[in-house]
């Protein structure tokens, strides 16, 4: 689960547009990543707003992700030095995760990367490593000329669950129709003036889709959280606010990564099961070269060398946490460790993400230690809820 760091003070934190909205709405606020997030809101637990999610719509206000534009001649090789992509098999207007590589080929972030032509791509990276990512990239942009990179803030919104579809379609003449998971468009919203960059894509394992809303400017901002409170106000049957606790069980049970938990930059591509990420078109060493390719290629070549995976757990009574140490199922020999635990409101019981050794197959018996003692676990595939990406059929 996503834990919070406590500050003695809120007057360094930053603030989203949409801030003031959060508190018209009753949002717990509390630090993450340096902003003031809401974690919940009045009116509604942990558990129905998780709920809520899988059975209606769910706004996520998650404006302090960070958002570049990659420009330029050389934006291509910049990101496939950067990242394992093949940006040849996006096609425009499309995204595809993906992760940001160290010269040894650990994770320094995972991020979306969407192609808009092939000399610009729109990419957007978490909050947390802000900092680092950032100082990442213009190192490595040291090695081009002809690539300009820029960040910048804005209100970007997820609107998650199986109603998404049907809420968000009342208030664009854009066909969501046409437009499938990992796509993107240009669109137009009812009383905003900008054009708005909207994805189909989440981070709830549910249909849905992630606005980008410029503002810049006091009217921009403002027409930013009308739309937000519309959306609301107009739906209340179906749209709820939804804040960061939520957000976390839900990544968890569709079986996404969360940064610094089952990635971190001593974990690779291939041993966080995200070798997928890594296309055939870019797995021969003599032609690819990208950040840690030959730790990475080395790896998938000799699956032997990697000996833990990142699996799923589940389990009964007191919920694994971050750090639990997994055991054998007699108990005696540590196999792995939890990198994210929580109760599941989907499925029951709890579920948790973990690095344990390959030699404890799917439908292993485990024992996790939590508080001092020894609980039974289970080796699950993940993800824990099926996927319900909309898809062409």
């Given amino acids: 689960m996503l834990t ?15 801030h003031s909205s959060h508190i018209k709405y ?27 999610v899988r059975n209606n719509c769910g706004l996520f206000d998650v404006s302090h992700m960070l958002q570049h534009q990659i420009q330029g001649k050389e934006s291509v090789d910049l990101l496939q030095k950067i990242t394992p992509i093949d940006l040849s098999r996006l096609a425009p207007y499309s995204s595809s995760l993906s992760v940001l590589l160290n010269e ?44 300009k990179h820029e960040t910048f803030e804005g209100t970007l919104l997820a609107i998650q669950g199986p109603k998404a579809y049907q809420i968000l379609q009342q208030y664009t003449k854009a066909n969501l129709k046409a437009i499938f998971f990992g796509q993107t468009q240009f669109i137009n919203l009812l009383d905003i003036d900008s054009d708005i960059h909207l994805s189909r894509t989440g981070y709830t394992g549910e249909d849905g889709f992630e606005l980008s809303i410029p503002s810049s400017n006091d009217k921009e901002t403002q027409q930013a959280r009308e739309f937000f409170e519309r959306l609301i106000e107009e739906s209340p049957d179906t749209v709820q606010p939804i804040g960061l606790a939520a957000r976390d069980s839900l990544r968890l049970e569709a079986g996404m990564c969360l940064y610094g938990n089952e990635l971190t930059e001593e974990i690779t591509p291939v041993q966080a099961s995200l070798s997928w990420l890594i296309p055939q078109s870019r797995r021969d060493a003599s032609t690819t070269k990208f950040n840690g390719s030959d730790k990475i290629l080395s790896q998938l070549n000799d699956k032997k060398s990697v000996r833990t995976r990142r699996i799923g757990l589940t389990s009964k009574g007191p919920s694994p946490r971050t750090g639990n140490a997994i055991y054998d199922k007699d108990g005696k020999e540590q196999i792995g460790y939890i990198t994210s635990g929580s109760p599941s409101p989907s499925i029951g019981g709890n579920v948790a993400q973990a690095y344990i050794d390959k030699k404890a197959k799917i439908g292993s018996d485990v024992k996790v230690e939590i508080r001092g003692k020894l609980r039974d676990g289970v080796v699950t595939k993940l993800p824990f809820v099926p996927s319900n990406f909309y898809k062409p059929n």
């Fill in 104 to 147: 040894n080929g650990g994770v320094i972030d995972d991020c979306i990367i969407t192609k808009h032509a092939d000399d610009k791509y729109y990419m957007v990276t978490n909050a947390g490593c802000r900092e680092k990512d950032v100082a990442f990239i213009t190192k490595e942009l040291s090695n081009f000329n002809n690539v």
């Fill in 4 to 18: 919070f760091k406590r500050f003695s003070s809120h007057a360094t934190l930053s603030k989203t547009p949409l």
């Fill in 26 to 52: 009753g949002g717990k606020l509390v630090p993450y990543a340096g902003y003031e997030m809401p974690v919940l809101y009045k009116g509604l637990s942990h558990i129905e707003s998780h709920n809520w």
